[in-house]
């Protein structure tokens, strides 16, 4: 008895130790260092944590990371053995042939056949191939219904009401928000998806991106806009971001009850939805949610092919598999879950030979009409993976800062070591450089979350030949971080990891079991207490602490000060007249759909273009970027135009971005910010 007291003990001092190195991880998060540099390129003799953590001191990061990976030591050291062993029990028997399996098998062999003529369908018939990929499941769904478990309502009640809890703290937020505008990029999403609206466009076989068609975008829409009166919009598009989140976190919680306990559940999904990756999904048109609901649907169709055999899982897990192989990011995902689920398949008791068919004929009849030629795909590697240019000071070309002979010059003049990217990646669960026109600042998950799901992996690693759970999770982390180490920029490409938000929330859920279990803690209040940290904790970072620390775009600032009660009519910004150089802050395209109504935004090419601002309007405040400024000089002309005008010089919260505004017919404005953040001059001074 005092041998188990001792280890008791022992643990529980172990324990304090691990919290309190937690602490010395977390607690700088959210009350971090300014920017350093802002947006300087990186020297050439940087030393690695500078190169990697270019925006703060190294000491600020290696300090953080080394109390991390010691806390999440101490919890491995003392839950390891709790990682559970075994996947759920497989199923005993494998399900009888039955007729409807062949007419399934039938259903995608024809949609081959037609995908001969892709070329020439109409967009109805466009429209009816990609629904009819479903009929197969669909079909073997009602001669083979799944069991229901007892406990399964109520987990899933749980999940769901976790869910709408966040999609109304993130709507109430996330709408008309001038954060969109600092997403700069994302809002070319938009712009892709209003494409589809011609419907001479062919869904099936035209790119919606270098080498992707718009298949994976059908869950946005693609293929739908044009028809009915459907038009995509900002709005909407935020909507869907929130249904496809909140879907595929009911999945990840519902895989974290299987795989390692029902209590772990509501953790899995807290710390997906609430990490800053996923936080940014209203904000913004690109579907954040796409990796992590392609990856969930996968985890969940081999889980039951695993314990029951499932033909319908089969039917739709060979259709989803296409759609997954379709899109680079979720590729190397993709490929690994193919050969799991063929591996489980041909263990006893197999999956018979028709059934498997029917997954093959579903994934050719996927992907095969969007298949890219050779030559696509070495345009693809071209552009998506030359490492060549340097991504901090382009970045700031995006927000607007720069001028186009500035930006030109920054082209291909990245310089980063050859493991530079490799081990970037790796970090990122746990450390990220700030991203702004990601709204990302230090981390891409929220603390807590980070610890436990640290602490699994170094479990999992500890237990990995004993126990088929944790290599399956390790399995999972690795090939949902694979897709940052391509990248066309001198770092990870965070937005192409868009799976680690599952492995991570699964990894959490896991380390919260095993610091229950191996503390002998109770559930229930346990359960509630960490979902609610997960939860303030990512909130905090994202809509508090972030919007201190990164550079906003200069249509983002001209938002912002505005004010509230935004009115179009009265507020004009200047643009490039260059289409090549709309990248430089994308205003002209941003102005278009940021708000309901369209923000007049006039693409400059000389004082002739100032005339517009007066024709028929009634403008109170002009606003355009630094490097159109530097590029154009528009101060001087706008004085010219307008001697009585105030000029002013608003800037961010770090102080890296500002963007210029000209007060011409209102001598009552001024930028509804605090003081310190503008200046004003009048023309005549």
């Known amino acids: ?153 109520r ?7 976790m869910g709408l809890v966040w999609a109304a703290l993130r709507l109430a937020v996330s709408l008309g928000s001038p954060r969109t505008a600092d997403t700069v990029d994302t809002l070319g999403q938009l712009a892709m998806l209003q494409q589809t609206e011609n419907t001479g466009l062919n869904v099936l076989r035209s790119g919606a991106l270098m080498g992707v068609p ?46 390692v306990a029902p209590t772990a559940a509501l953790v899995a999904a807290a710390a997906f939805l609430f990490s800053p990756f996923m936080l940014l999904g209203p904000l913004v048109p690109i579907p954040m949610f796409h990796g992590a609901l392609v990856a969930t649907g996968l985890l969940l169709l081999v889980l039951a092919i695993h314990t029951r055999r499932s033909p319908p899982a089969m039917a739709a897990f060979g259709v989803l598999a296409g759609i997954g192989c379709s899109h680079p990011p979720t590729f190397p995902f993709t490929a690994m879950m193919c050969a799991l689920a063929l591996w489980t398949a041909r263990r006893p008791p197999r999956v018979p030979w028709p059934m498997i068919t029917v997954a093959v ?30 991504w901090r000071p382009l970045e700031r070309g995006v927000l607007g800062q720069l001028s186009p002979d500035d930006a030109a010059q920054l082209k291909d003049t990245a310089h980063s070591g050859p493991l530079d990217i490799a081990l970037g990646t790796i ?5 990220i450089p700030r991203t702004a026109i ?8 929220d603390p807590l979350g980070t610890g436990l799901a640290l602490s699994a992996m170094i479990a999992c690693a500890l237990a990995l030949r004993r126990s088929a759970v944790a290599r399956l999770l390790l399995a999972v982390l690795l090939a949902a971080l694979v897709p940052g180490l391509i990248s066309s920029y001198d770092r990870p490409s965070l937005t192409r990891m868009s799976i680690a938000p599952v492995a991570i929330a699964l990894l959490a859920g896991v380390g919260f079991e095993l610091i229950r279990r191996a503390f002998a803690l109770a559930s229930r ?150 003081r310190d953040r503008w200046t004003v001059r009048g023309c005549d001074e």
């Open 1 to 153: 008895m005092r041998h188990v007291s001792d280890v008791g003990s022992r643990r529980a001092w172990l324990g304090f130790l691990a919290a309190a190195l937690w602490v010395g991880y977390a607690l700088p998060l959210f009350f971090p260092p300014p920017q350093v540099a802002c947006g300087a390129p990186i020297p050439p003799d940087a030393l690695l944590l500078e190169r990697l953590f270019p925006d703060v001191p190294p000491w600020w990061i290696g300090v953080r990371l080394a109390c991390l990976f010691a806390a999440a030591g101490l919890v491995a050291a003392c839950a390891h053995s709790a990682v559970p062993v075994q996947l759920p029990c497989a199923a005993r028997r494998a399900p009888p042939v039955r007729t409807v399996v062949w007419i399934a098998m039938a259903i995608p062999v024809a949609q081959l056949i037609a995908a001969l003529w892709a070329d020439e369908l109409q967009r109805p018939a466009q429209l009816f191939y990609i629904a009819s990929l479903a009929a197969p499941a669909v079909l073997l769904l009602t001669a083979y219904p799944p069991e229901r478990g007892r406990g399964d309502r």
């Open 155 to 161: 987990t899933l009640l749980l999940l769901v009401a």
């Open 214 to 259: 718009y298949l994976p975008f059908v869950v946005q829409g693609a293929g739908l806009f044009g028809s009915w009166g459907l038009r995509p919009t900002l709005r909407a598009l935020q909507l869907l971001n929130v249904v496809w989140s909140i879907v595929t976190a009911v999945g990840v919680g519902w895989l974290a009850a299987r795989i």
């Open 361 to 390: 004929l579903g994934f050719a009849a996927t992907i095969w009409p969007g298949l890219p030629s050779p030559q696509a795909l070495g345009s693809m590697r071209q552009a998506y993976a030359r490492a060549a240019n340097p």
């Open 427 to 431: 970090l990122t669960p746990m450390a």
């Open 438 to 445: 990601r709204l990302w600042g230090d981390a891409l998950f």
């Open 525 to 674: 209040p346990l359960v509630v207490a960490t979902t609610v940290a997960i939860a303030a904790g990512g909130l905090l970072l994202f809509d508090v602490v972030t919007p201190r620390i990164l550079p906003a775009s200069a249509f983002g600032l001209a938002l912002e000060s505005y004010g509230r009660e935004l009115d179009p009519d009265a507020m004009l910004v200047l643009a490039y007249s260059d289409w090549n150089l709309d990248w430089l802050g994308r205003i002209g395209h941003t102005a278009a759909v940021i708000h309901d109504r369209p923000i007049a935004a006039v693409r400059y090419s000389g004082d002739d273009s100032l005339a517009a601002v007066e024709a028929g309007r009634r403008t109170r405040v002009l606003y355009w970027p630094p490097g159109l400024e530097r590029y154009r000089s528009i101060t001087a002309q706008v004085c010219a135009r307008w001697p009585k005008a105030r000029v002013y010089t608003i800037t961010d919260r770090p102080g890296c971005s500002y963007v210029l505004a000209a007060a011409i017919a209102d001598d009552t404005w001024h930028p509804a910010l605090e």
